[in-house]
């Protein structure tokens, strides 16, 4: 397991943006982001094994970008256009692979408010 610590979350207006950013202790083959609003199940939002292969939920394709920089052990996740119901509590997770199987280290969580 490695350490994953969070950080980039805050209010932002509709149509805003924000990019949160996730430290690991080591290398990981897959990072990605989930999210968890309140009263929900927490969801998958993308996921990265590569520079050359991300993978988005639906909700955020098209506006979301997932980036890593391998050297640094860091991940990234740019939010634009962002919209009321993408407020969550959003944690970076790393594992084989995060998108299909339970990561195996989660971060504390960092919360978006997006206000309408």
């Known amino acids: 397991q490695v350490q994953l610590v969070e950080s980039g979350g805050g209010l932002v207006q509709a149509g805003g943006s924000l990019r949160l950013s996730c430290a690991a202790s080591g290398r990981t083959f897959s990072m990605g982001w989930f999210r968890q609003a309140p009263g929900k199940e927490r969801e998958f939002v993308a996921a990265i094994k590569s520079i050359w292969s991300a993978y988005y939920s639906d909700s955020v394709k098209g506006r979301f970008t997932i980036s890593r920089d391998n050297a640094k052990n860091t991940v990234h996740l740019q939010m634009n256009s962002l919209k009321p119901e993408d407020t969550a509590v959003y944690y970076c997770?790393?594992?084989?692979?995060?998108?299909?199987?339970?990561?195996?280290?989660w971060g504390r969580g960092t919360q978006v408010t997006v206000s309408s």
């Open positions: 997770a790393a594992g084989p692979d995060v998108q299909y199987s339970r990561p195996d280290s």
